[in-house]
């Protein structure tokens, strides 16, 4: 037993590789942490791209001239074109319109409505402005000029902007002081209806054109009147009526 417990006692225990490790031995190498020379990237190829330069135009004048003139050929060739639809507009139907049912009656209660009321188109409507009027053709021409300005506005509206005008005018409604008179005068007078900065342009056109082409009068179909800036058929219509006391076939669809 002392022989066994002396040999036990004479052996040495090596530290293993991992204990060296731990009192300061040699660390062990690892090649994954070695730093690995990358290769150097490659240069782009970069491609000359070449560019074309237009040749300068010798005679930019006449290019300029040729540009202007196809521009003014297609509208030209745009306008000779005839719209779908736009055709004359009758005066008068070549066909009667067969007659409504219970039209008598209908139009027997608005003549009694009408009998306990005065409306304002009554008292200030298109056919009451040509009244202030001495000249025949300032009448159908004061008319017109009220219904111009009747668009998009009421009457209420409408008569007195036709008195502010005519005081503008120097006392009277014509075509000669509408050309005339400057635009900033014209707005002043109508400033109360509606659109008036639109229907300042429209009346001194219209007076023009009148003049011009008309005899400096109302014309008497409703084509013509339609011609002119500013004036549709339902304007048109009532003018002939109003104007030129004409009958002509004018419905108004709030009467139903």
């Not at 009554?122 to 300032?138: I, R, S």
């Not at 017109?144 to 009421?154: C, E, N, P, R, Y």
């Not at 005008?165 to 635009?183: F, K, P, T, W, Y």
């Not at 900033?184 to 300042?200: D, L, P, Y």
Request: proline content about 7%; aromatic content about 4%.
């Amino acid at each position: 037993m002392s022989t066994r417990k002396r040999r036990a006692s004479t052996r040495v225990i090596r530290p293993t590789s991992r204990a060296s490790v731990e009192h300061g031995g040699l660390e062990p190498t690892d090649d994954a942490t070695q730093d690995i020379e990358s290769p150097s990237p490659r240069r782009s190829k970069r491609v000359k791209r070449e560019v074309k330069c237009e040749p300068e135009i010798e005679d930019l004048e006449d290019s300029l001239h040729v540009t202007k003139q196809r521009a003014i050929a297609r509208r030209s060739s745009k306008s000779k074109t005839k719209r779908p639809g736009a055709s004359s507009i009758p005066q008068v139907p070549e066909k009667l319109h067969p007659e409504p049912p219970n039209w008598r009656a209908t139009y027997a209660a608005i003549k009694k409505m009408r009998a306990r009321i005065i409306p304002p188109v009554d008292q200030m409507g298109c056919q009451v402005v040509q009244n202030a009027e001495t000249d025949p053709k300032c009448k159908r021409y004061s008319t017109l000029v009220a219904l111009m300005l009747s668009s998009q506005t009421k009457d209420a509206a409408m008569f007195p902007a036709t008195v502010r005008l005519r005081e503008a005018l120097g006392g009277s409604i014509s075509i000669q002081a509408m050309i005339a008179v400057n635009d900033e005068v014209i707005s002043e007078a109508i400033k109360g209806v509606g659109f008036w900065r639109k229907k300042t342009g429209y009346l001194k056109q219209t007076a023009i054109k009148l003049r011009d082409e008309f005899d400096s009068d109302v014309p008497q179909t409703a084509d013509e009147l339609c011609s002119l800036p500013g004036v549709g058929p339902k304007m048109a219509f009532l003018c002939l009526q109003m104007a030129w006391n004409m009958h002509v076939s004018c419905l108004s669809q709030r009467i139903t």
